[in-house]
């Protein structure tokens, strides 16, 4: 079920509605996309979807999905070199891994995706902006719920996506589809 995102754009506050193919064309030139919502509108879900679907369509490139709050401990140890804090621990890559990881970093290869910037401690925000500014590969992918899209936006001079609402027909197809009843 492919959900609509909306672009605001700053001067008019105004949205227009991309699908996620749309999404994928308008942002391959931006080095950090920011998805932004309430909580439950499907953040996670779609990052997730997005993840997959790069990860099929640019096999030769780096991909690696973080659930930030599964890491808070790494997130409060201080760190000089981004890509090799990232590949050993975050991702906790191999000696073998991280020499083709920083191969691919340095060749701008890598698209990292960062689900619940919301979710960390206010202690970890601090050093996961540091790490999401040093950031020097081809994409970086970060959700986070309203109430802090604007300073996280500001920050990282990124734009934010957020959701189209459902519309009541298609809040009971989707329901319908994923519970997969037929009616």
Known sequence: FERELQSKSE??????????????????NDKIVL?????????SSTITH???TFATKHP?????????KEHLKELQEEFENFPEFLARKILKLSNFELVL???MYKNNKVYIFLDGFDEISPNCKENCIKLMKMFDSKQLWVTT??????DLGEELQA???SFKNFTEQEQIEFILKFWGVSV
């Open 50 to 52: 997005i993840y997959k």
């Open 11 to 28: 001067e008019e506050y105004k949205f227009e509605e991309i699908s996620s193919t749309q999404l994928f064309e308008k942002t391959k």
């Open 101 to 103: 990881f920083l191969d």
């Open 60 to 68: 030769a490139n780096f991909h690696a999905f973080v659930s930030l």
């Open 35 to 43: 998805i932004s919502d309430i909580a439950g509108a499907g953040k």
């Open 159 to 161: 734009e934010a996506f």
């Open 145 to 150: 719920r309203t109430h802090l899209e604007k």
